[in-house]
Each structure stands twice: as C-alpha cells, then as structure tokens.
C-alpha cells in the first residue's frame, strides 16, 4: 500500500529547550531537529534525556510560564503546536491520565466529538479503531474497570480514530501483553501508511518498532542530538553509545545472574480457593491455589484484562477476595488468630507486606523524592533513616533527584522511587505491579539484580509482569491467570 501524501505534519525545532520550574537543570536545551510529513521516527536515548519532554512539547503540552521556562522554537507545520491541536494525537505514559470518560466507546469518541467528525462517521470510526488494537469489548464497558493494558489500548483506539497528521506515542506497548504489542504496533502502523501521518516514537526496546519506522533520532544526557539517520545504519554506528545509554540494541545477550538462595523457604502467605473479580459481577477467576515462599520470586503472568493486578492488591492485604481467602502463616500473621493481611492495621501491614502499583503516583505523598524515601522509616520510628534514605536514592540512581517533586520524574523514574519506598521499610513480602515499566536496559539490569539479592537475603517477592526476559531471568514460580471466564 502506498503512503498518502501530504496529510502528515511537518515538525522544527530550532534550540529549543525546556525547564521545568521546580528544576535547577534543563529537561532539554539546544534541540535543533526537522522531522518530514509523513516519517516514521524512533526517539531514542538514555533515561531522563528529555524525551517525553520533548514529545509533550510537541504536543503542546507543557503549560506556560508559570509551569517552566523555554528556549528556542518549537513548531508543528510553521505555528505553536497549541494551534495545531485537532493535527495531534497523543499517547502518553501513563494511560491512566487520558481516560476521560465512563464508557468505552464514548472515550474514544471524544477527540473525535472535539474536533468536529461528523456523527455519521465517528461511530464507524470508533469501533474500526477498537477492533485494531484488540479492546473487544462493548461500547458501553466502563472505563473504570480496565487493565492497565486495556487503557492503554484505549488511548490508542482514540489517536487513531481521530486520524491526525501527527502520532506521538511515549512507550505505547510497555504494559501490553508480547501478543498485544505485535498487534498494537502493527494498528498504529496501518494507520500511519493509510492517512500519511508523521509518527513519532519512545521505546526503551528497539526491536519493536524498528520493521516499521524508516529513521532513527539518538538523543544525548541534555536532550541535543547526538546521532539521526536510517535505522539499521544508526543503531549500528552508535551501537556502543546506545549500549552505555541503556537502550535496548537487538541481539544484545541477557546479564549472567547468580542466585544465593535462602535455605529458609517457608510459606508465608497462600491463597486458599481464592475468587478474583467485582465483587457482584459476573467476571471471576475462581478456585485459584499457590503459595508465596521466603527467598522466592513468583510472577503473576496473562493476558491484559485477566485481573493480574486485582490478585497483586489482593496478595497486598488491599482489596477483599471475592470469594476464598489469602491466608499467612500464623509466625508471619500479627497474631495468630488474624491470619488474613486484609483485616490487618496499616502498620501491622507496612512491616510484612509492601506493594508497588502499576501507577506510581498512585502512592507518592509528600513534595520530594528524599521525602518519600523517608516517611515509611519515619513513621514506623527506625534508626538510621537518612543512611537509608541515601542508600537506596544511590542504589536506584535517583540521588540528583533528591530535592525534586516525585510527580514531575519520567516514568522510569518514577518507577524506581516506587521500588524505593517500599524497600525503605523491609517488608518480608513485596508485590510489584509492572516492576521494569519505564526502565532502559541499564536500570533494568540493576532492578534484576536488586530483586535478585532481597529474594536471596529471604524475602518473598511477587511481580505482575510481562516481560518475557524479566520472567525468564528471575521466576522460581509462575501464576498463570487465563483470560476472564463467564460464570453465570
């Protein structure tokens, strides 16, 4: 099929930079780039080089004066990307952020409803895109009850159905299931070939999207280019940057891991003909039996929507069964005859099991990134907190961060001061939600490593995940939830 032309949006930046007003350094400064209607480009980089900064500018997205400062030009098509809206459709990292509205189809309607599609179009259109990346699912679903993965299917059906001349997409398959990715690159694709719109991409992974980009842009620590040009070319070239950078450069060999595992493997919590679901609905998993072992790494697997994080909230002592029960051993319950984590204190709770969302701002509460490390130890009136504070803020390379707002790190970033908290206070169980989201190779390998060591110093740890190579390095036991049955 050939590429329609003229439809796509042309993109300039002449030193352009942007700092966010509670940073002393720029996100980005001195970005000069000319990106064509109509090209595929990989954004790629190391973690906190400013590529979501830059995305976000594109799109229009980073507020006034009062939000931070810019540099330089930003334009999309010769005017300010705030003019050229209806031309731009965006995925961000977190697709909690761009779920909108009640019910499914209404969502993906909305950009649609915004920008003037005719009635008699958008409805087609809205279950053409649905069906492309693989949201099967009433027009009437609510919103409230999806996966992380399902809503970041979502917010693709919607960029898609809006066919805009320009197609930001920030980690777009970073929580779908490996068929799911497939599938969504591939829709996105589709519809850039069949409107002729420019897309631009971030991925820590490059394999993914290198069969459908044509060129690759290589930013450095500041956000400057540092390298641009055809894919296999570029990725060849600055093989050894990208490889220091933490990008993920194809046929790179996994990290050799050696694991000291405990010799106390007792069981500290096990799940007891346990239901999964709505509580009143008719969606459940139901008779589902294992056990969480010290020293063991076990990791919930399935496809998006199979209620993978709804067990990890469960295995938290945060969301009631539906049916059955999560049960610890009487030596790790507070008191013997209060076995089930849902009906303990949060204090009884914070020292023995400690759980990682899938959105890390879903537990950040204080107005820095020392602040969060230091409220747990804090409150639970430990020794030492600041050398522990310091220890993990170096460990998960977050110490230049210290003094900023939690809310304004990447995703990676974001991810690994999740991780912290909870390590901050030693629970003897640990239940992550998408551990690696978010994370180049380099800090991947480090929270591979990291897990590795805690689950060999005897601690239990649980992790939601589809990463294949995370699965492969670390599982000692798996939790395969199918698809969500009917029961009747």
């Known amino acids: 099929m050939s590429r329609s032309a003229g439809t796509g949006a042309a993109v300039t930046a002449q030193g352009w930079g942007w700092r966010h007003a509670t940073r002393t350094q720029w996100a980005v400064r001195d970005l000069d780039l000319t990106i064509e209607p109509g090209q595929r480009v990989l954004l790629l980089g190391p973690s906190g080089a400013g590529k979501s900064t830059v995305l976000?500018?594109?799109?229009g997205l980073l507020g006034g004066a009062e939000e931070g400062q810019q540099a330089g030009r930003l334009l999309v098509d010769g005017t300010a990307p705030t003019a050229q809206r209806s031309r731009i459709g965006m995925v961000l990292q977190d697709p909690d952020a761009q779920v909108i509205l009640s019910r499914v189809g209404d969502d993906v309607a909305f950009g649609m409803e915004n920008f003037g599609v005719a009635r008699e179009q958008?409805?087609?259109?809205?279950?053409?895109s649905l069906d492309a990346v693989g949201l099967n699912l009433p027009l009437a679903h609510n919103t409230s009850e999806l996966s992380g993965g399902q809503k970041q299917r979502l917010a693709l059906a919607g960029v898609i159905a809006m066919n805009p001349g320009l197609i930001l997409l920030d980690e777009p398959t970073a929580n779908l299931d490996p068929e799911g990715v497939v599938e969504v690159r591939d829709a996105i694709a589709e519809s850039a070939q069949r409107t002729g719109a420019t897309l631009i991409v971030i991925e820590h992974r490059t394999d993914v999207w290198l069969p459908v980009i044509d060129r690759v842009i290589v930013l450095g620590t500041d956000g400057a280019v540092i390298a641009d040009?055809?894919?296999?070319?570029?990725?060849?070239r600055e093989h050894a940057y990208l490889m220091s950078a933490g990008v993920w450069v194809p046929d790179t060999p996994?990290?050799?891991l050696t694991r000291h595992r405990h010799t106390d493997t007792r069981t500290l919590l096990s799940a007891v003909d346990l239901s999964l679901g709505h509580r009143g609905g008719a969606r459940l998993h139901t008779g589902v039996n294992f056990s969480i072992d010290r020293g063991q790494i076990s990791v919930i697997t399935g496809p998006n929507g199979a209620g993978k994080s709804t067990l990890a909230l469960t295995l938290g002592g945060l969301l009631p069964p539906a049916a059955g029960r999560i049960e610890a051993d009487?030596?790790?319950a507070p008191v013997p005859a209060r076995r089930q984590p849902i009906k303990w204190k949060s204090r009884e709770l914070i020292t023995r099991i400690g759980s990682v969302f899938q959105d890390p701002e879903h537990q950040f509460l204080t107005g820095t990134v020392r602040g969060e490390l230091a409220l747990g130890p804090k409150a639970l009136n430990r020794n030492a907190v600041e050398s522990t504070v310091d220890a993990l803020l170096e460990r998960l390379h977050l110490t230049h961060l210290a003094g900023a707002n939690p809310y304004t790190l990447s995703g990676g970033e974001k991810r690994r001061l999740s991780v912290a908290t909870v390590l901050a206070t030693g629970p003897q169980v640990?239940?992550?939600?998408?551990?690696?989201f978010g994370q180049d190779r380099r800090t991947w390998e480090e929270l591979i490593l990291l897990l590795a060591e805690i689950a060999d110093e005897g601690t239990a740890v649980v992790a939601v995940t589809?990463?294949?190579?995370?699965t492969a390095l670390l599982a000692d036991a798996r939790i395969e939830l199918p698809a969500w049955e009917t029961v009747s």
């Not at 040009?229 to 060849?236: A, E, F, W």
């Not at 640990?430 to 690696?436: A, K, R, W």
């Open 122 to 128: 958008m409805w087609p259109r809205v279950r053409e």
């Open 254 to 256: 996994p990290p050799v």
């Open 229 to 236: 040009g055809t894919p296999q070319q570029t990725i060849r």
């Open 466 to 470: 589809h990463d294949l190579d995370f």
């Open 56 to 59: 976000q500018g594109i799109a």
């Open 430 to 436: 640990i239940v992550l939600d998408e551990p690696t």
């Open 330 to 332: 009487t030596a790790f």
